[in-house]
């Protein structure tokens, strides 16, 4: 069974552009979260979604957005990229609504120059 | 919201000791405790959980305790070993509210040297 993929793996944008991100859940699963890990701040939740719909949302300003497709497959997007965006940036899924642990992507390590 | 702290944030053991992390958390309604570990360059993964009506699982050589009333849970790891060695972080989340959804509140992690 194919685990959580996310890509690309690894990425360098310029201050000012805007990127985008994949994720490709675990078949079955339903449930996208998404997570910026910095050294200074940990792992740090963006937002969730489930069943196309956005579920929850971190304390992110709205440069950060995502979205969820139809096959649980899902994007984030961030807009005027500043230096301080230049992080490690994790999906994880899981089965469905409150289902304990999540299996994690390997992540997208995203720098900003 | 939820807010969890761990501790220590490093933590350099001799091969075949044991190594205690505690974390602690503020929302009285969480019911599901994680812990993950991650390697240097790799995903975090999944190495044991407790729900709040356990007051300890134990899984060969990690166990992890909660105590409900201080709001705390710490885990375990008995004969350390070389390949111990990673960043260890701990999670809370309400498991009940559907509307809570799927969102993890983690600790800021706990660096593990295991030394030979």
């Known amino acids: 069974k194919a685990g959580v993929t996310q890509t690309p793996r690894y990425l360098i944008k310029t201050r000012g552009q805007q990127v985008t991100l994949s994720c490709s859940p675990i078949?079955?699963?339903?449930?996208v979260s998404w997570y910026q890990q910095t050294p200074g701040q940990g792992l740090q939740f963006l937002f969730e979604y489930f069943s196309e719909t956005q579920r929850n949302k971190g304390n992110f300003p709205g440069r950060f957005s995502g979205r969820q497709f139809s096959n649980s497959r899902s994007e984030m997007n961030v807009s005027t990229l500043e230096l301080g965006d230049s992080a490690l940036y994790l999906c994880?899924?899981?089965?469905?609504?409150?289902?304990?642990?999540?299996?994690f992507g390997s992540g997208t390590r995203l720098t900003v120059v | 919201g939820e807010n969890v702290e761990q501790h220590p944030s490093t933590l350099s053991v001799q091969e075949g000791d044991s190594a205690v992390i505690k974390c602690t958390y503020s929302?009285?309604?969480?019911?599901?405790f994680p812990w993950y570990k991650q390697e240097l360059g790799k995903r975090p993964q999944l190495i044991i959980d407790?729900?709040?009506?356990?007051g300890e699982k134990k899984d060969q050589r990690i166990a992890v305790t909660l105590n409900k009333t201080a709001k705390h849970f710490s885990l375990h790891i008995t004969e350390t070993q070389p390949e111990d060695s990673a960043v260890y972080f701990c999670?809370?989340?309400?498991?009940?509210?559907?509307?809570?959804?799927?969102?993890?509140?983690f600790g800021g992690g706990t660096r593990v040297l295991v030394k030979p």
């Open positions: 999670a809370a989340r309400n498991a009940v509210v559907q509307a809570a959804g799927n969102k993890l509140t």
């Open positions: 929302d009285s309604a969480s019911n599901y």
């Open positions: 407790i729900r709040s009506n356990v």
């Open positions: 994880a899924s899981s089965l469905e609504q409150a289902v304990y642990g999540y299996t």
């Open positions: 078949s079955g699963h339903r449930s």
